[in-house]
């Protein structure tokens, strides 16, 4: 009990720590390095709902991200309405091209849910190239700064963004607590140890794994329409590419696969890996960074499958019990 | 009696094999029949059809009347038929009260009323000892303990235990016995799964043989440990011990 | 008409590469269970030691073919020792993220070496065409559709005739079967995945005419040979080889008549449907 509350004193500590950053430094970089922390850290952990959880591998998040930021986007430009609803609307978009994906896909075993992934990943990509009028195509499409409102999420500072993108985090972290210990997160974890015995006591995977991807969606999407705002701008090569959903899938494996805490641990690890690399190879050797991905994936999964988060013995799932209480009762 | 499971012409074949070849057999109302057979007989790919855990070639599977031969395996245990794992297989990152949870839920619309009857099964199977233990972390005995409470939890009709008594010392095995007992005496009906031919023996009010996915011979267990063709395709006399 | 024609003989050309590359694929995948993210970018590293050796032995793509196919063989092999054999059993996101590893390693060291830019590599083939009446062929690509053709009928046959083979087909039906047989699965898994890599590689020497070396070609054959593996049904070597052809030629028309950036789409479009009507593959048993 005491260890619990220990835990949860550390999180406040930590939630107060990350708020009061922005009135120690005003250093944009630092911020905005921080906010892309954040924001991968929810992709991450929406990733970890069909990845993670369901044990169903996704390498097309990148679809359910660029339809959250390109549907905000263009009903914004287009039709000025606030992104506020825009991202809601995007996240619908979202899981729409979840339930297509994923219907015909988890009445099958096997990697097909990972290859369809990539292919509807490749379809949007080619999709949003292809249609220059509504996408503007390979060169993407711009929000105009209109001055700082808060109804269209634009602001002069990067430290309102900062609070806003912390917030969802914490969102998405409480109601990915919620999920965990609900029926369908007590469902998800049964699929994930043995599909064939979840089945047999009535658990209806197919329905499961769908619902955790509408979920898994719901939430890229709307994380894609904030990626929008922040970065103020999207394009296929840089929000539609498969190294996108690469990304988004690194960050809950390399930090921990179906853990909450996890992707926040992965995030700031790809993330800071990133900015070294960046700083110390500069942009000649372009390959570096993801050399190292690529790297710390194969060690990741050869040395400690159950990612970093493992290491840290203090912040685990918190519902396992300590292992003496296991030995003891067991006798 | 009536037949709460009526098999006919049953055909499962996986590449070349035919596992399970024109099986007809009925489980009546209430009885522990013993399904047996040497190695390879057949026996779990049985329990895998009438599950839905595999899906019938050809024949037909009636529970109560009804035809569930295309219906899945959840709908399945929705209607009554629950059933257990060869290599028990707990959900490992679960505490042993989630894994009977799982179970629970299919009857119970809240988290709070499938902790109660998780509880209650619990109770019932000897678990509540150790109901916050991880699963993964059981000695063999416990986990299949486990196993049939998760099952149990699903207020079967019919319980099908696939080799529950596999691994287990003798002081083991006699609780396990009991515990059948105990589930069958609710109204139950068990269809028991077992190379120890003991625990047949003692358990069950009829016998069924399968050998090379075929029905052998059927009856009182004492009268079929005596048949020849039995004898012959797999007791090598080891039958004659307990008969 | 004759537009039609002209297409469709560009694409079985093509299509030849891509049934190289996916028959490896699927052969992998059918004896191991294994999804080689990574087959893509052996062919680049099929097609990037051809550019070496080409560049420090001097000697043409032909006779180099005889080369780098068992360097690619040895290459496969050593990456199963490595690395494969560590996830076998073990749940396939593992299998499937371990290769994703690989291949971005792949991908990325080539840039970090070569830098991202095209190579290409000198040779007297690239132009040379062979004129049938109002046809063009170009030599280049009947050379590497024939010996594509002749690789997948003689690793049909080693499959189909030969003790390996059985061993593979064993290994591939259930590795505790063909231990019971007397077959080592390891050495089996092994094999299979050295083949599928060496076809991936001699797929990198074929086309290393027809298409410019850089670190990031592989990805043109990645997701095509999935599609084509799925079409043919995962596991089926036969089915990969029409599936490679067939695709060649949807690519080749739907870029002839809708539109070059749309002519991969066509392929996907393939791909989803297969897998909604029929998730064994266009040529496969029907039913799961």
Same mark, same amino acid.
């Given at each position: 009990?005491?260890?619990?509350?220990?835990?949860?004193?550390?999180?406040?500590?930590? $939630?107060?720590?990350?708020?009061?950053?922005?009135?120690?430094?005003?250093?944009?970089?630092?911020?905005?390095?921080?906010?892309?922390?954040?924001?991968?850290?929810?992709?991450?952990?929406?990733?970890?709902?069909?990845?993670?959880?369901?044990?169903?591998?996704?390498?097309?998040?990148?679809?359910?991200?660029?339809?959250?930021?390109?549907?905000?986007? $263009?009903?914004?430009?287009?039709?000025?309405?606030?992104?506020?609803?825009?991202?809601?609307?995007?996240?619908?978009?979202?899981?729409?091209?979840?339930?297509?994906?994923?219907?015909?896909?988890?009445?099958?075993?096997?990697?097909?849910?990972?290859?369809?992934?990539?292919?509807?990943?490749?379809?949007?990509?080619?999709?949003?190239?292809?249609?220059?009028?509504?996408?503007?195509?390979?060169?993407?499409?711009? $929000?105009?700064?209109?001055?700082?409102?808060?109804?269209?999420?634009?602001?002069?500072?990067?430290?309102?963004?900062?609070?806003?993108?912390?917030?969802?985090?914490?969102?998405?972290?409480?109601?990915?607590?919620?999920?965990?210990?609900?029926?369908?997160?007590?469902?998800?974890?049964?699929?994930?140890?043995?599909?064939?015995?979840?089945?047999?006591?009535?658990?209806?995977?197919?329905?499961?794994?769908?619902?955790?991807?509408?979920?898994?969606?719901?939430?890229?999407?709307?994380?894609?329409?904030?990626?929008?705002?922040?970065?103020?701008?999207?394009?296929?090569?840089?929000?539609?590419?498969?190294?996108?959903?690469?990304?988004?899938?690194?960050?809950?494996?390399?930090?921990?696969?179906?853990?909450?805490?996890?992707?926040?641990?992965?995030?700031?690890?790809?993330?800071?890996?990133?900015?070294?690399?960046?700083?110390?190879?500069?942009?000649?050797?372009?390959?570096?960074?993801?050399?190292?991905?690529?790297?710390?994936?194969?060690?990741?999964?050869?040395?400690?499958?159950?990612?970093?988060?493992?290491?840290?013995?203090?912040?685990?799932?918190?519902?396992?019990?300590?292992?003496?209480?296991?030995?003891?009762?067991?006798? | 009696?009536?037949?709460?499971?009526?098999?006919?012409? +049953?055909?499962?074949? #996986?590449?070349?094999?035919?596992?399970?070849?024109?099986?007809?057999?009925?489980?009546?109302?209430?009885?522990?029949?013993?399904?047996?057979?040497?190695?390879?007989?057949?026996?779990?790919?049985?329990?895998? +059809?009438?599950?839905?855990?595999?899906?019938?070639?050809?024949?037909?599977? +009636?529970?109560?009347?009804?035809?569930?031969?295309?219906?899945?395996?959840?709908?399945?245990?929705?209607?009554?038929?629950?059933?257990?794992?060869?290599?028990?297989?707990? #959900?490992?990152?679960?505490?042993?009260?989630?894994?009977?949870?799982?179970?629970?839920?299919?009857?119970?619309?809240?988290?709070?009323?499938?902790?109660?009857?998780?509880?209650?099964?619990?109770? #019932?199977?000897?678990?509540?000892?150790?109901?916050?233990?991880?699963?993964?972390?059981?000695?063999?005995?416990?986990?299949?303990?486990?196993?049939?409470?998760?099952?149990?939890?699903?207020?079967?009709?019919?319980?099908?235990?696939?080799?529950?008594?596999?691994?287990?010392?003798?002081?083991?095995?006699?609780?396990?016995?009991?515990?059948?007992?105990?589930?069958?005496?609710?109204?139950?009906?068990?269809?028991?799964?077992?190379?120890?031919?003991?625990?047949?023996?003692?358990?069950?009010?009829?016998?069924?043989?399968?050998?090379?996915?075929?029905? +052998?011979?059927?009856?009182?267990?004492?009268?079929?440990?005596?048949?020849?063709?039995?004898?012959?395709?797999?007791?090598?006399?080891?039958?004659?011990?307990?008969? | 008409?004759?537009?039609?024609?002209?297409?469709?003989?560009?694409?079985?050309?093509? !299509?030849?590469?891509?049934?190289?590359?996916?028959? !490896?694929?699927?052969?992998?995948?059918?004896?191991?269970?294994?999804?080689?993210?990574?087959?893509?970018?052996?062919?680049?590293?099929?097609?990037?030691?051809?550019?070496?050796?080409?560049?420090?032995?001097?000697?043409?793509?032909?006779?180099?073919?005889?080369?780098?196919?068992?360097?690619?063989?040895?290459?496969?092999?050593?990456?199963?020792?490595?690395?494969?054999?560590?996830?076998?059993?073990?749940?396939?996101?593992?299998?499937?993220?371990?290769?994703?590893?690989?291949?971005?390693?792949?991908?990325?060291?080539?840039?970090?070496?070569?830098?991202?830019?095209?190579?290409?590599?000198?040779?007297?083939?690239?132009?040379?065409?062979?004129?049938?009446?109002?046809?063009?062929?170009?030599?280049?690509?009947?050379?590497?559709?024939?010996?594509?053709?002749?690789?997948? *009928?003689?690793?049909?046959?080693?499959?189909?005739?030969?003790?390996?083979?059985?061993?593979?087909?064993?290994?591939?039906?259930?590795?505790?079967?063909?231990?019971?047989? !007397?077959?080592?699965?390891?050495?089996?898994?092994?094999?299979?995945?050295?083949? !599928?890599?060496?076809?991936?590689?001699?797929?990198?020497?074929?086309?290393?005419?027809?298409?410019?070396?850089?670190?990031?070609?592989?990805?043109?054959?990645?997701?095509?040979?999935? *599609?084509?593996?799925?079409?043919?049904?995962?596991?089926?070597?036969?089915?990969?080889?029409?599936?490679?052809?067939?695709?060649?030629?949807?690519?080749?028309?739907?870029?002839?008549?809708?539109?070059?950036?749309?002519?991969?789409?066509? *392929?996907?479009?393939?791909?989803?449907?297969?897998?909604?009507?029929?998730?064994?593959?266009?040529?496969?048993?029907?039913?799961?």
């Amino acid at each position: 009990m005491l260890a619990r509350w220990g835990t949860r004193g550390l999180v406040v500590l930590l $939630i107060a720590a990350l708020a009061a950053i922005p009135f120690v430094t005003d250093q944009q970089y630092l911020l905005n390095t921080i906010m892309m922390i954040f924001l991968f850290s929810a992709l991450g952990i929406a990733w970890n709902f069909i990845g993670g959880y369901a044990a169903q591998l996704s390498l097309g998040h990148a679809v359910f991200l660029s339809l959250g930021a390109y549907t905000t986007i $263009i009903l914004y430009t287009r039709y000025h309405i606030s992104p506020i609803f825009g991202m809601f609307v995007g996240a619908a978009v979202a899981m729409v091209a979840a339930l297509i994906i994923g219907y015909p896909c988890f009445r099958l075993r096997g990697p097909y849910f990972t290859l369809s992934t990539i292919a509807f990943g490749e379809i949007l990509r080619i999709l949003l190239l292809h249609y220059v009028n509504f996408t503007g195509g390979a060169n993407g499409l711009l $929000i105009p700064y209109k001055g700082q409102s808060a109804w269209n999420l634009q602001f002069d500072s990067k430290a309102a963004y900062y609070y806003i993108v912390l917030f969802m985090l914490i969102a998405v972290y409480m109601f990915g607590k919620l999920i965990t210990g609900s029926r369908i997160g007590m469902y998800l974890q049964a699929i994930r140890d043995d599909q064939d015995a979840a089945e047999s006591l009535g658990v209806k995977t197919h329905n499961v794994k769908l619902v955790a991807l509408l979920i898994s969606a719901g939430i890229t999407g709307i994380m894609g329409a904030m990626y929008a705002c922040v970065i103020g701008f999207v394009d296929p090569g840089s929000v539609g590419s498969i190294t996108m959903s690469i990304q988004i899938a690194l960050v809950a494996i390399v930090g921990g696969v179906g853990t909450l805490a996890g992707p926040i641990v992965g995030a700031a690890v790809v993330t800071g890996l990133t900015e070294a690399t960046n700083s110390f190879f500069g942009a000649a050797r372009t390959g570096t960074s993801m050399t190292l991905y690529g790297a710390l994936l194969m060690i990741i999964v050869l040395t400690r499958p159950a990612g970093l988060i493992s290491l840290v013995e203090l912040i685990k799932w918190p519902k396992k019990p300590a292992k003496a209480n296991v030995e003891v009762a067991s006798r | 009696m009536s037949a709460i499971l009526d098999i006919k012409g +049953l055909n499962k074949s #996986f590449g070349g094999i035919h596992a399970v070849k024109d099986l007809t057999m009925q489980v009546n109302e209430g009885e522990i029949l013993g399904l047996i057979g040497p190695n390879g007989s057949g026996k779990s790919t049985t329990v895998n +059809l009438i599950s839905g855990t595999y899906s019938a070639d050809s024949g037909q599977i +009636l529970l109560a009347g009804k035809d569930i031969t295309r219906i899945s395996a959840p709908d399945r245990a929705l209607m009554g038929v629950g059933r257990t794992f060869q290599a028990s297989r707990p #959900f490992l990152d679960m505490s042993v009260l989630e894994n009977i949870m799982i179970g629970a839920l299919l009857h119970d619309s809240s988290m709070a009323k499938a902790r109660k009857s998780a509880e209650e099964v619990a109770e #019932f199977t000897g678990l509540t000892r150790v109901r916050d233990s991880r699963s993964g972390s059981l000695p063999v005995e416990t986990r299949r303990r486990l196993d049939l409470a998760r099952a149990l939890a699903l207020k079967p009709k019919v319980l099908m235990l696939d080799e529950s008594m596999a691994g287990l010392n003798p002081s083991e095995m006699e609780a396990g016995v009991e515990l059948v007992k105990k589930i069958h005496a609710t109204g139950i009906t068990v269809v028991f799964i077992e190379h120890v031919m003991k625990a047949v023996v003692s358990l069950c009010t009829r016998v069924v043989v399968l050998n090379q996915g075929e029905l +052998l011979a059927e009856g009182a267990p004492r009268d079929v440990l005596r048949n020849e063709k039995v004898v012959a395709a797999y007791l090598g006399g080891e039958g004659h011990k307990y008969a | 008409m004759l537009t039609v024609v002209q297409s469709i003989i560009n694409g079985l050309m093509i !299509g030849g590469i891509y049934a190289l590359v996916a028959v !490896g694929l699927t052969l992998i995948f059918g004896v191991m269970g294994i999804v080689n993210f990574a087959q893509g970018e052996f062919l680049m590293a099929g097609m990037f030691i051809t550019w070496l050796l080409n560049k420090w032995l001097h000697l043409g793509i032909y006779p180099l073919f005889f080369v780098v196919t068992p360097i690619m063989l040895l290459f496969g092999w050593g990456i199963f020792r490595t690395l494969i054999t560590r996830v076998i059993g073990k749940s396939d996101i593992y299998q499937i993220l371990l290769t994703l590893g690989l291949s971005i390693f792949l991908v990325n060291g080539a840039i970090m070496i070569w830098g991202p830019d095209y190579q290409s590599i000198p040779n007297t083939v690239k132009q040379a065409a062979w004129h049938l009446g109002p046809f063009m062929i170009p030599v280049a690509r009947v050379v590497a559709f024939l010996v594509a053709a002749a690789l997948v *009928v003689v690793l049909e046959i080693i499959i189909n005739r030969t003790e390996m083979g059985r061993a593979m087909r064993a290994t591939a039906e259930s590795a505790e079967i063909a231990t019971l047989l !007397g077959i080592n699965p390891r050495k089996t898994f092994a094999l299979a995945f050295a083949i !599928g890599i060496a076809l991936a590689g001699a797929a990198g020497v074929l086309i290393s005419p027809l298409f410019y070396v850089y670190p990031q070609v592989g990805g043109l054959f990645n997701n095509t040979a999935f *599609v084509v593996v799925v079409l043919g049904g995962m596991g089926d070597v036969t089915g990969a080889m029409f599936g490679g052809l067939l695709i060649g030629v949807v690519e080749a028309l739907s870029a002839t008549f809708i539109s070059l950036d749309l002519a991969q789409l066509g *392929v996907y479009v393939i791909f989803i449907l297969v897998l909604f009507l029929r998730p064994n593959g266009l040529f496969g048993r029907s039913g799961s």
